[in-house]
């Protein structure tokens, strides 16, 4: 009898890239289709409904010329 099991856990970053580039830095209608973007994106990924999503499933990073919206998707996979 066995008594071992395998779980395999895949673990994607999901990057939304906003221009940023100065002097004129990202539009701010380019920042919110974005982030509307990746949240829809995420919902859908995890099969959550419109008005849920956990306070820190998507993440903002500024750098030097662009503004990175990011999430990481996790699938798991038991094997027996």
Do not use: N
């Not at 982030?35 to 919902?43: G, N, T």
């Not at 008005?51 to 903002?60: K, L, S």
């Not at 919206?69 to 996979?77: A, G, L, N, S």
Request: with cysteine.
């Amino acid at each position: 009898m066995t008594t071992w099991s395998v779980t395999e856990v895949t673990e994607v970053k999901v990057l939304y890239r906003i221009p940023a580039a100065e002097p004129y830095g990202a539009c701010w209608s380019e920042v919110d289709t974005a982030m509307r973007a990746a949240i829809d994106r995420y919902r859908a990924d995890y099969g959550l409904p419109m008005t849920i999503i956990p306070d820190d499933a998507v993440r903002f990073h500024a750098r030097d010329d662009e503004i990175i919206i990011e999430f990481t998707r996790v699938k798991q996979v038991d094997h027996r």
